[in-house]
């Protein structure tokens, strides 16, 4: 093997054996050994070099009777990511340890009409306080993530055509993160990000997995044997633009792709809540229809358990495509568990076929307000680990 090859291999090893420590899957020569297939003696070295450069750390695990065995852990003092999860409604920005443990986070005040430069000075002055009040630089970020509403180029980290984020096409956040720091930006469709929050949070395994993201935006995530699936171009699971059956919707023009009759044009919170407020109820945003179905005005729980019908009919047609084990939904419209998930499963079960939803779990997610984060955070961590992330440690 030449020196080139050597070095790839080797960083290729480094970054699987410190990928499954900072992920939990291990914390021990002999679980990693399992997992790898490599040699005690590879480990042994590889681990050495990770300690050395002051990647990893080591301490006492409990013990059971005998000896406590030492447990390997990554350094805390190894760096940290940044994420940051833009809505329509809220950014929201959080610092997270090399093993996606979210240290802190805050809300920035921004509006989608800002502009990028503006929302990325007020997103770059928050991290910069949560740094300053988590004892961290700058130079200790390793990787940032910034998820967004919208089509992404992943391989070039910029929105595509982001209808929801006036001016953000082809903007490049790495651009403005370069003035404190040199490390790699990655963007990514928010709902990805949920749905690999929301998989990497589950104590179960479930290897396939759809999360929708119902806000006042509709999106979703595709997990696929353990991992997020974006298709060719990046843009799988853009189920807010099928088509709805039936001639109610002909006439209801979609802002996002142009056609009539899409599901974003009628399963949105800003369509509910022009619904609602056409039939005289005090309703302008989405907050307003949420409220009210939670107060039990029945017409607010009738508009609710409509959507969840008119989302089921477009979930029905991805259970039968994806056969997933679980569906997920979250975003705003979660807190109203019972009546919207009423409304998706009746379809659901009724039009996919009977030995694709035998087995199948429809669910609330538990972990709303930090699912952006948190996904972003293990996108980032994932990247900052990779032989190319190590590269620059090692």
């Known amino acids: 093997m030449n020196g080139a090859a050597s070095t790839h291999a080797g960083l290729r090893e480094h970054s699987e054996l410190i990928t499954h420590i900072a992920t939990g899957r291990a914390s021990s020569k002999t679980e990693l050994a399992r997992l790898t297939g490599l040699s005690r003696t590879t480990i042994s070295k590889r681990l050495d070099t990770l300690t050395r450069r002051g990647l990893l750390s080591t301490h006492l695990g409990d013990s059971t009777g005998g000896r406590p065995a030492m447990e390997l852990g990554v350094n805390p003092a190894a760096g940290v990511v940044a994420a940051i999860d833009i809505g329509l409604a809220h950014c929201r920005v959080g610092v997270l340890d090399l093993g996606v443990h979210l240290l802190d986070a805050a809300y920035v005040d921004i509006t989608p009409d800002a502009g990028p430069e503006a929302a990325m000075d007020g997103i770059l002055a928050a991290l910069e306080e949560l740094l300053t009040r988590l004892d961290r630089r700058w130079s200790d970020v390793r990787a940032a993530c910034l998820g967004v509403p919208g089509q992404v180029d992943a391989e070039k980290a910029v929105p595509i055509r982001p209808v929801m ?23 990514d469709n928010d709902a990805n990000l949920m749905a690999l929050g929301e998989y990497r949070s589950r104590a179960e395994a479930v290897d396939h997995m759809l999360f929708v993201k119902f806000g006042s935006a509709l999106g979703c995530g595709i997990i696929s044997n353990g991992t997020v699936h974006r298709g060719a171009n990046g843009i799988a699971g853009e189920i807010a633009h099928v088509r709805l059956r039936g001639t109610d919707y002909g006439d209801q023009l979609c802002t996002g792709c142009g056609n009539s009759g899409c599901l974003r044009a009628v399963v949105n919170g800003t369509a509910i809540a022009a619904q ?4 005289g109820l005090p309703v302008r945003t989405k907050n307003d229809v949420i409220r009210l179905a939670q107060q039990g005005e029945p017409r607010a729980l009738r508009a609710v358990r409509e959507a969840g019908k008119r989302l089921g009919e477009v ?32 379809v659901v079960y009724e039009r996919a076929l009977a030995q694709a939803t035998h087995r199948i779990r429809i669910e609330t997610t538990s972990l709303n307000a930090d699912l952006g984060l948190l996904g972003g955070g293990h996108h980032a961590v994932e990247h900052a680990l990779s032989p190319a992330g190590l590269a620059t440690w090692l």
């Open 276 to 279: 609602l407020a056409a039939e």
């Open 315 to 346: 979930l029905a047609i991805m259970v039968c495509f994806h056969n997933p084990e679980l569906i997920v939904i979250g975003g705003a419209f979660a807190a109203l568990q019972d009546d919207l998930l009423a409304g998706i499963r009746s």
């Open 165 to 187: 984020l006036p001016g953000w096409e082809g903007f490049r956040p790495q651009d403005a993160f370069s003035r404190m720091c040199d490390a790699p930006v990655l963007v």
